[in-house]
């Protein structure tokens, strides 16, 4: 057959690039046009007013501890769980994996109901969770009398809340970290005298930096804007079990708009500083250590 | 030595089964054969990375067929290199001596005397990242070579190397079992890589060993 005597034009790739920023842009606009209309609906000395606040400022600190408790408690949780979901085969793990999912498909607000029934409901030897809890740290009471200790509706239901949701969300990083790991790595250990736990701690965890960063900062992130399972299960009790979310919430409720948009607007701030402090802070920390854009080879 | 007798194993629905041969100490055996006829489950199995189901693996020393893979001397290089990111070259040279306990003096003269053989001494303190390809394999033969196995498994040491750079990695090799006088099993689906540089060569095929030539 003869070859067409004119050369076959190919069609321009400027309308794709085109339709693929009109869409990305499309979706950063919506987030910049929420931003801008909180900045332009509450003024200055309004923010200045709320940052002055004593109840606010408890709930920034409160907001801050507890978040970053969560973050820890969910790195440490999903580090070891993605790491068996990544690397083993087991009886049922299509279902432990399902199950892993559970706090991301459910509405939050069932957490809570689910978290305030299995302590207050569920009787374990004659007494509920919320019971066992407080008999093993009465202790507490010894030494600093004004405290009772429990569970619900104080601060360790605030963080119980947030990290029922949030270590789903650093499970799910940590198995793709450990995924996209090659598991030669640890295959190569082993032949060099490591047992596995050797070769997790001095060869995989180092090489995995990057996603437990993410992981953290994603767990902490997802923290931050916890609401519905904190509201059932700690409750929004001012200077006590109220972060950010419900200060916001707390907010509205005695119609204070102004106020709650501050406070949203605080929290921006907050998630903002936070992600970009930890990714810089990361990006040194880990720069040269990832494994998996240049390790190649198949996955045994 | 070593000698692989009956030797059946499994990785996933995949099995190899009764395989037999003998590399002499301080020859070059190449193991030939196509990709997916189980050159690198016979490997694994050897290094102890695949449940052997049936046969031995003895080595000069004996029996290693149920020892854990760090306890048979047998260091293995695998497909791409597979270097620690985390890890300057100097600490992957010393890495499998450390952990088998050696003296710090011995390990430091044993990391000097590989980076010397393998010519890697100028990056003794960089990372893998951005290293070449060829540096890249000689950091981690030095690593698979530093404890002083007894067998040295090669899998497709070749690979995503130009062929200047295998000719290198050849003589490399070459000249470290001569001076080592290390025992090698090498694999590899390429005929002249094979015919270049083995003693001893196999061929298996879809799980079992098909003929050995010398």
């Known amino acids: ?300 | 030595m070593l000698e692989v007798r009956d030797l059946s194993a499994r990785a996933g629905s995949f099995e190899i089964t009764d395989i037999s041969f003998e590399i002499p100490t301080g020859m070059y055996g190449v193991l030939m054969g196509k990709t997916g006829s189980g050159k690198t489950t016979l490997m694994e199995a050897i290094c102890g990375l695949k449940t052997v189901t049936a046969g031995t693996i003895r080595l000069d020393n004996g029996d290693v067929t149920r020892l854990r893979p760090g306890e048979r001397g047998i260091g293995f290089v695998p497909q791409d290199r597979v270097l620690f990111y985390n890890m300057t070259v100097r600490r992957h040279l010393a890495f499998g001596p450390t952990l088998q306990g050696w003296p710090k003096e011995a390990i430091e003269e044993r990391v000097e005397e590989l980076a010397t053989a393998l010519q890697i001494t100028p990056l003794l303190d960089r990372k893998p990242h951005g290293l070449s390809g060829g540096e890249g394999q000689r950091v981690s033969l030095g690593r698979a070579l530093a404890a002083r196995p007894e067998v040295l498994c090669l899998d497709e040491p070749f690979s995503a190397l130009d062929e200047d750079t295998q000719s290198e990695i050849g003589k490399v090799l070459k000249q470290l079992q001569a001076s080592q006088g290390i025992t090698i099993l090498h694999i590899t689906h390429n005929r002249s890589e094979a015919e270049r540089l083995a003693d001893i060569r196999f061929q298996i095929r879809e799980g079992t060993l098909d003929s050995v030539a010398k």
């Not at chain 1, 950063?28 to 929420?34: F, M, N, S, T």
């Not at chain 1, 769980?81 to 994996?97: A, E, I, M």
């Not at chain 1, 903002?272 to 240049?294: D, W």
Request: hydrophobic share 50%.
């Open chain 1, 1 to 300: 057959m003869d070859a067409p005597s004119e050369r076959r034009r190919i069609a321009s790739d400027k309308p794709f690039f085109y339709g693929l920023v009109a869409i990305a842009a499309a979706y950063l606009l919506l987030i910049i046009a929420l931003l801008l209309a909180d900045v332009h609906y509450v003024s200055l000395s309004e923010i200045g007013k709320a940052l002055q606040d004593e109840d606010i400022q408890s709930s920034v600190t409160l907001t801050l501890i507890t978040c970053t408790v969560t973050a820890l408690l969910s790195v440490l949780v999903a580090v070891p769980t993605g790491y068996l979901l990544s690397r083993f085969r087991f009886p049922g793990k299509r279902l432990v994996d399902a199950l892993l999912d559970i706090p991301i498909l459910l509405p939050p607000l069932v957490i809570g109901l689910s978290l305030l029934i299995l302590f207050h409901q569920v009787n374990l030897f004659g007494r509920t969770i919320e019971e066992w809890f407080a008999w093993a740290f009465q202790w507490i009471t010894a030494i600093r009398p004004d405290i009772r200790p429990g569970v619900t509706f104080k601060v360790p239901a605030v963080i119980l809340a947030q990290f029922t949701v949030s270590c789903a969300f650093a499970v799910r990083t940590m198995k793709t970290t450990f995924d996209q790991i090659n598991p030669r790595h640890e295959h190569v250990a082993l032949t060099l005298g490591c047992n596995r736990s050797q070769a997790f701690w001095l060869v995989l965890l180092p090489q995995a930096w990057r996603g437990i960063l993410t992981g953290g900062t994603l767990a902490w992130a997802r923290a931050l804007g916890e609401f519905g399972p904190i509201l059932v299960f700690a409750g929004a009790t001012r200077g006590r079990t109220e972060v950010l979310s419900t200060t916001v919430f707390l907010e509205i409720n005695i119609g204070n708009l102004q106020g709650a948009v501050a406070v949203s607007l605080l929290m921006i701030m907050l998630a903002l500083a936070v992600i970009l402090l930890v990714r810089t802070v990361g990006e040194r920390t880990v720069l040269g250590t990832e494994t998996h854009h240049h390790s190649g080879g198949s996955h045994a």
